[in-house]
């Protein structure tokens, strides 16, 4: 029989079931570190397209029970053609926690401009195919993402969420408020506070660094007379999150721009999913994780489009956890997800956060933003500056990001097709860098591998 002391080392195994009280708190740390960022892309999205205030409530209900449930899939894989079967399973069997994809944000901005939720709502749900096709082909599929690629596609999507960021700070662009010195100040507050515990907190505080800048700028909201705390008032203490609330249209455009992203979703848990095995197994990821995770992504997607959110994505703060406490036991992993689960049908909680005025929203998340540029910088290092990959860099940018941004003039008379993928500039930067690749075979330098920041 287990002594107690093996039973506590249970959270550094990948199966068997250490004691609650030890599993619980190690499964709360997961949940801390990725709640925020698991909620805020709802929160910009939900500003963009006017969803008032229990719209964003079910949208953020639907995002925790969504984050919970694919988590689970991740750790207890699903065999959709049976046990024995070689086909891939739903889900890599490796402490993998998933939440809401910001790189999604940008282009669903952009779409939701356009067509509104329902709009994004069904692209991402057409979209998401893409990926669960890549899960199945990821082996012949992969030499076409080197690092270089997936680089440039998150150094754009960190410019472009950098700007949603700063409107927040400011107030929200259209507020009767925006750019007031109180906003300025306040945003600042809750940016600072987070920089200052991950500068100098440890353990929880560092982990949490994100949730105390937030609970910093409630407090401070609070005495500046900012709070409105009706809406947590009015929610329910209890509700079962009902799919297909706010509807689906289907645009070609749409459909194109979330495909392009799901491909570089599928990247990035690639990356994380090596970079758990490597850092908690001493090992490379095998083919049947990397697809089970891939898989686990797209599904996760489908049932979050389904469930009225945004698609979901490996964390990688999550996979950061795991390296730097090697907790790996899918038990312990599972209390947070349960808990993620079980927030989902408390609608108090959701509510909870959709009161957070937008300069507190804005200076907590504008950090992660910055990083996502950061991490994309670290990749494109990793893969060299070669002349080859200047090249490639140089036309994806230029092309990408010059003409995406630029004046409408400059595409308006492009073929319709055209039209679609240069309007998004982060669609942009991944198709047409994807395009320089195959144009510019990779040498050894651009195909490392790809690792978690």
């Known amino acids: 029989m287990d002594t107690n002391a093996e039973k506590k080392n249970l959270i550094y195994r990948l199966d068997g079931r250490p004691p609650f009280s030890i599993a619980f708190p190690l499964g709360l740390q997961h949940v801390l570190a990725m709640f925020t960022s ?54 890599a069997e490796l402490p993998i926690v998933m939440g809401t994809a910001f790189a999604f944000v940008p282009t669903s901005i952009t779409i939701g401009k356009a067509y509104g939720l329902p709009g994004v709502l069904g692209g991402a749900l057409v979209g998401s195919l893409v990926e669960f096709v890549m899960g199945f082909t990821i082996r012949p599929l992969k030499k076409f993402f080197p690092p270089l690629i997936i680089g440039a596609v998150l150094i754009a999507i960190g410019i472009n969420l950098l700007k949603a960021g700063t409107g927040y700070w400011a107030g929200g662009v259209g507020s009767a408020d925006y750019g007031s010195p109180q906003n300025m100040l306040l945003g600042l507050l809750v940016f600072v506070t987070v920089v200052l515990c991950q500068r100098f907190g440890k353990g929880m505080v560092q982990v949490s660094a994100l949730l105390t800048g937030i609970l910093v700028g409630y407090v401070v909201a609070f005495f500046m007379g900012t709070l409105n705390f009706s809406a947590l008032f009015d929610a329910s203490w209890f509700a079962v999150p009902i799919p297909f609330r706010f509807g689906y249209e289907f645009h070609p455009d749409a459909i194109l721009s979330f495909a392009a992203l799901y491909v570089v979703s599928g990247l990035e848990t690639i990356g994380n999913t090596s970079g758990i095995t490597v850092a908690a197994f001493d090992r490379e990821a095998t083919i049947e994780e990397t697809s089970g995770a891939i898989l686990a992504d797209s599904f996760g997607s489908m049932i979050a489009s389904v469930f009225n959110t945004l698609p979901n994505t490996a964390f990688g703060q999550n996979a950061g956890l795991v390296a730097m406490t090697k907790v790996v036991n899918k038990f312990t992993i599972a209390t947070g997800a349960a808990t993620l689960v079980l927030a989902g049908f408390v609608p108090k909680v959701g509510a909870l956060f959709t009161i957070m005025p937008n300069p507190v929203l804005g200076g907590a998340i504008i950090g992660v933003f910055a990083m996502i540029t950061i991490n994309g910088i670290k990749l494109i290092a990793k893969a060299g500056f070669s002349q080859r990959n200047i090249t490639v860099l140089s036309v994806t940018f230029a092309l990408g990001m010059g003409l995406a941004t630029g004046p409408e003039a400059l595409i308006s008379q492009l073929p319709s097709i055209v039209r679609y993928v240069m309007k998004d500039s982060v669609v942009a930067v991944c198709v047409i860098g994807i395009i320089m690749n195959i144009i510019f075979p990779p040498d050894g330098a651009s195909t490392a591998v790809i690792e978690v920041g």
């Open 38 to 91: 698991n909620l805020a892309p709802c929160f910009i999205l939900a500003g963009i397209v006017g969803l008032d205030e229990p719209g964003r409530i079910i949208m953020v209900q639907c995002a925790m029970f969504i984050s919970g449930a694919t988590t689970f899939f991740q750790l207890y894989p699903i065999a959709l053609f049976g046990k024995k079967s070689k086909l891939p399973r739903i889900g």
